[in-house]
């Protein structure tokens, strides 16, 4: 199976910062790689697919780049509902993977 | 907009089956570049897909639960449902029904609908 490792586990921040993500595959994956925010109790929502496109619905603060192993989610201005954790997905092969987490707090 | 909803079991008894229904609604399950999914989630853990089905019948499952999983799709009902046999506490988790967007050539569309979990309790 393919690996994903996201980094930071967890990060700080502030109303209005920008913050970066990062996920790597253990292999190559194209550009099939997705990005979730899941808040507490709640089932995770799609924020970017195929790498770098924007969820019909998301607001335009988020972004994604890379493609083939490495992959970064940015959040250009951090709102308090982006206070959650995020999740990034291979879907490149069946079973997909999805990386460890990023926990996102103020 | 399409909506999925997951039916609650709640408790299973250890090595009894789990099984759970995904009600599809405001959207054909037959609809084409769509596969259904189940994935779950371990309290405080992250995310693991179990498997998923095409309206044809298809179906692709990870090989860690291969052995112990079913699904199947019932597309008079627009549902699909997940079994899950010979349960121990090491399943207990939130079990998400979802959507999966494949579209021609190997283009991915990302999981862009969830149901909103159901809690399965594994526990005598």
């Known amino acids: 199976d393919i690996q994903m490792t996201q980094s930071p586990s967890s990060v700080s921040a502030s109303i209005g910062d920008r913050v970066t993500i990062t996920c790597r595959a253990s292999q190559g994956i194209g550009s099939w790689l997705a990005w979730y925010r899941q808040k507490p109790g709640k089932a995770p929502e799609l924020l970017i697919y195929?790498?770098?496109s924007l969820q019909s619905g998301v607001p335009s603060r988020f972004s994604g780049s890379g493609s083939g192993t490495d992959f970064t989610l940015t959040i250009s201005s951090l709102q308090p509902e982006d206070f959650a954790t995020y999740y990034c997905q291979q879907g490149d092969s069946f079973p997909y993977i999805f990386g460890q987490g990023t926990k996102l707090e103020i | 907009q399409v909506q999925l909803q997951e039916s609650d079991p709640g408790l299973v008894k250890p090595s009894q089956t789990l099984s759970l229904t995904c009600t599809v609604s405001?959207?054909?399950?037959?609809?084409?570049?769509?596969?259904w999914s189940w994935i779950r989630q371990p309290a405080g853990k992250g995310l693991e897909c179990i498997g998923r089905i095409y309206s044809s019948g298809n179906t692709y499952y990870n090989p860690s639960l291969k052995s112990r999983v079913t699904i199947s799709i019932d597309t008079s009902k627009n549902q699909f449902s997940l079994e899950l046999t010979s349960v121990t506490a090491a399943d207990t988790a939130v079990y998400y029904c979802?959507?999966?967007?494949?579209?021609?050539?190997?283009?991915?569309?990302?999981?862009?609908?969830w149901g909103q979990g159901s809690l399965v309790t594994v526990s005598s």
């Open positions: 979802a959507r999966d967007h494949r579209g021609d050539g190997g283009w991915y569309g990302g999981i862009d609908s």
């Open positions: 195929a790498a770098s």
């Open positions: 405001g959207g054909s399950i037959t609809s084409g570049s769509y596969y």
